[in-house]
Structures are given as C-alpha cells and as structure tokens.
C-alpha cells in the first residue's frame, strides 16, 4: 500500500521493536519518506531519511518510559515542524 511520496512517522524510545524496524524497513523500501523519533541512533534509525534523537536518562528496561514519552511529545507538539 506504500508508495513514494506517503510518509511514515515511527515513534519508539528504544528502537528495537521487531514490528516497527520492519514497518519502518518495508515504508523505505517502498520509496516512502521514514521520519524516526527515537531515544538512540539504531536499526529503526537506519531505516529513515530524517531521524530526531531524543535521549532521555531512565532505565526503559525497569519502568514505564514517563520522561521519554514526554520528550517525545514535545517534539511532535514543537512549533518547528508546521
């Protein structure tokens, strides 16, 4: 269903959710742009044309991800994308 010119938009403070590499991976694949919002520099990243690094200090392997989810939101509410 991707073609070029749709664009993707992936989420992830991790980036190393099989299902989103592979979503972001088939999007690039199909000639669609791949944006990446993520907390590192890894596989998902490597699949976009534009990626925003947003690290955070937490632990995402103890506890729910509150400060990254808000990095995060604030990026997608910043001013600068409109």
Do not use: Q
């Not at 925003?52 to 995402?60: D, P, Q, R, S």
Request: hydrophobic share 40%.
């Amino acid at each position: 269903m991707l073609k070029p010119g749709d664009e993707v938009v992936a989420i992830s403070n991790t980036s190393s959710t099989c299902s989103l590499i592979k979503v972001a991976r088939t999007a690039h694949e199909r000639g669609a742009s791949v944006m990446v919002i993520t907390g590192s520099n890894s596989p998902l990243a490597s699949f976009s044309d534009v990626a925003v690094i947003a690290k955070t200090l937490e632990n995402t392997d103890v506890y729910t991800m509150t400060t990254s989810r808000c990095a995060k939101a604030t990026l997608i509410r910043s001013p600068c994308w409109t």
